[in-house]
Structure formats: structure tokens, C-alpha cells
């Protein structure tokens, strides 16, 4: 199993830009498939986007599509995820997540979690 520490997120402008750092520790960290996950204040858990293991493909959310960007670095065993003109709503707490089942979209895909970082985008 995989464990995953996420850094980066604080307060910012609508407009910024915020990039989110995962730092994984365990074992085969390039086999996992990474995704990011996050929750807003009451309401549930949702997917924002998920990179494969080799990082052959990339799936995004329709309300991030265009402005964040996931990419890895195995060397680093380090997910990262980009971005760019954020807005009020994605304010949430966004949660690194790795797996090896099938890639998707579906937290089920996922069985280890970090902690989650708070990112917050002022009007």
C-alpha cells in the first residue's frame, strides 16, 4: 500500500493559480494509477481528475476540464496537479488518492487516501 501527503493548497484570488503537490511512500509507486478527489463544505466527495500509472492517459471533471492540469513524475514519487484560473467553487478540500484497479473516475478505484489540503479561491 501506498502513503500519500498532499501540500500546496491555501487561500487565493479568483483569477490564480495553485499547483498541489502528492508525496507518495511505499512501495511501486509507478504501478498505482493517481487521482485527485475533492469535497466541498456539505457536499459529497467528487472526482477532479486521474493520470495513469505510466501516465499514458489523463481524465479530467467537465467543471476542471481546460484549466487543471495532473501530471506525474515517478523519480519523484510525486503527483501534481496544476491549476489555472480557479473560481469560487472549486473551493474544497482536495484529496490525492492511488489505486490499481482499472482507471477511471470512480473513488471505488481508489484504495489509499492522504489527508486532504485546503484550497480556498476568494471572489
Known amino acids: 500500500q501506498v502513503q500519500l501527503v498532499e501540500s500546496g493548497g491555501g487561500l487565493v484570488q479568483a483569477g490564480g493559480s495553485l499547483r498541489l503537490s502528492c508525496a507518495a511512500s511505499?512501495?511501486?509507486?509507478?504501478?498505482?494509477?493517481m487521482g485527485w478527489f475533492r469535497q466541498a463544505p456539505g457536499k459529497e466527495r467528487e472526482f477532479v481528475a486521474a493520470?495513469?500509472?505510466?501516465?499514458?492517459?489523463?481524465m479530467y471533471a467537465d467543471a476542471v476540464q481546460g484549466r487543471f492540469t495532473i501530471s506525474r513524475d515517478n523519480a519523484k514519487v510525486t503527483v501534481y496537479l496544476q491549476m489555472n484560473s480557479l473560481k469560487p467553487e472549486d473551493t474544497a478540500v482536495y484529496y490525492c488518492?492511488?489505486?490499481?484497479?482499472?482507471?477511471?473516475?470512480?473513488?471505488?478505484?481508489?484504495?489509499?487516501w492522504g489527508q486532504g489540503t485546503q484550497v480556498t479561491v476568494s471572489p
Open positions: 493520470i495513469s500509472w505510466r501516465a499514458f492517459s489523463t
Open positions: 511505499g512501495r511501486a509507486f509507478s504501478s498505482y494509477n
Open positions: 488518492a492511488a489505486g490499481l484497479e482499472n482507471f477511471g473516475s470512480s473513488a471505488a478505484a481508489f484504495a489509499s
